[in-house]
């Protein structure tokens, strides 16, 4: 396949995503959607959200792992109704808007992820993390920051396979969501095909580097970009609002 000149940044950037993900669990959407949506708006969320599924099925397939979805049934379950909520939002609003949510809500998780909050890990916190992930991961494409809440207290191991077991099962709804509404056309297939190999490569880089550094660096280092990219997106937004 041809690659054009933003394409190819596009490939990196799912890669980075795909590699701090693959490392911490989480990242991928937080750090890819929005770099991605200043690209090349379309790319939200279909393409961001088949990546994220495609993601999923690398990281359970590698980790040998059976599909560890016991703990997270509360909030697998609570992902339908948000995903609807999220697909009637994203009905409604322009694109510009679009951008500022998407912004806003990863702004807010970045800032969220500096001090956490004390959020335990039972059913009512899953299934109230799994409606807002439904919401925000079916209009945004950045699903994760809820999620990984309610999972701060649990091992790096455990959260990372049941995170991988719940986007796995519940992105597909998303999907069909956004199939049904009519959100979702045949050339995002197209971009998604193109993109899929940073996935793979990404996944596969995390691997080998899995066990040989400080857990705590790449975790910094996703926070500030994230933060970076949240804000140009919503200055972004607004200059598109204002002009």
Same mark, same amino acid.
């Given at each position: 396949?041809?690659?054009?000149?933003?394409?190819?940044?596009?490939?990196?950037? @799912?890669?980075?995503?795909?590699?701090?993900?693959?490392?911490?669990?989480?990242?991928?959407?937080?750090?890819?959607?929005?770099?991605? $949506?200043?690209?090349?708006?379309?790319?939200?969320?279909?393409?961001?959200?088949?990546?994220?599924?495609?993601?999923?099925?690398?990281?359970?397939?590698?980790?040998?792992?059976?599909?560890?979805?016991? =703990?997270?049934?509360?909030?697998?379950?609570?992902?339908?109704?948000?995903?609807?909520?999220?697909?009637?939002?994203?009905?409604?609003?322009?694109?510009?808007?679009?951008?500022?949510?998407?912004?806003?809500?990863?702004?807010?998780?970045?800032?969220?992820? $500096?001090?956490? %909050?004390?959020? =335990?890990?039972?059913?009512?916190?899953?299934?109230?993390?799994?409606?807002?992930?439904?919401?925000?991961?079916?209009?945004?494409?950045?699903?994760?920051?809820?999620?990984?809440?309610?999972?701060?207290? !649990?091992?790096?191991?455990?959260?990372?396979?049941?995170?991988?077991?719940?986007?796995?099962?519940?992105?597909?709804?998303?999907?069909?969501?956004?199939? $049904?509404?009519?959100?979702?056309?045949? &050339?995002?297939?197209?971009?998604?095909?193109?993109?899929?190999?940073? @996935?793979?490569?990404? $996944?596969?880089?995390?691997? !080998?580097? &899995?066990?040989?550094?400080?857990?705590?660096?790449?975790?910094?280092?996703?926070?500030?970009?994230?933060?970076?990219?949240?804000?140009?997106?919503?200055?972004?937004? %607004?200059?598109?609002?204002?002009?």
């Amino acid at each position: 396949m041809d690659y054009s000149g933003s394409e190819c940044l596009a490939l990196l950037i @799912v890669l980075g995503g795909s590699l701090v993900q693959g490392l911490l669990g989480i990242g991928f959407g937080l750090l890819a959607a929005p770099l991605l $949506y200043l690209l090349e708006p379309s790319y939200v969320p279909g393409p961001i959200l088949l990546l994220g599924f495609l993601l999923a099925s690398c990281m359970l397939l590698g980790n040998r792992q059976s599909l560890a979805w016991r =703990r997270p049934l509360p909030a697998i379950l609570a992902r339908l109704p948000g995903a609807w909520c999220g697909g009637l939002l994203l009905g409604v609003l322009p694109s510009a808007w679009l951008g500022l949510l998407l912004g806003a809500c990863v702004l807010l998780a970045t800032l969220t992820s $500096y001090r956490w %909050l004390e959020v =335990r890990c039972n059913p009512r916190n899953l299934a109230i993390a799994g409606f807002c992930s439904g919401l925000m991961g079916t209009a945004t494409s950045v699903g994760g920051p809820p999620m990984a809440l309610v999972y701060q207290s !649990c091992s790096r191991i455990s959260a990372r396979d049941e995170l991988a077991a719940f986007f796995l099962l519940t992105t597909p709804v998303s999907v069909l969501f956004l199939l $049904y509404q009519g959100r979702m056309p045949l &050339d995002y297939l197209h971009s998604t095909l193109k993109l899929a190999p940073g @996935v793979v490569a990404g $996944y596969a880089l995390a691997r !080998c580097l &899995d066990g040989r550094f400080d857990k705590r660096s790449p975790r910094q280092l996703l926070l500030l970009l994230s933060l970076l990219a949240a804000s140009g997106l919503l200055m972004h937004s %607004l200059w598109r609002l204002l002009a």
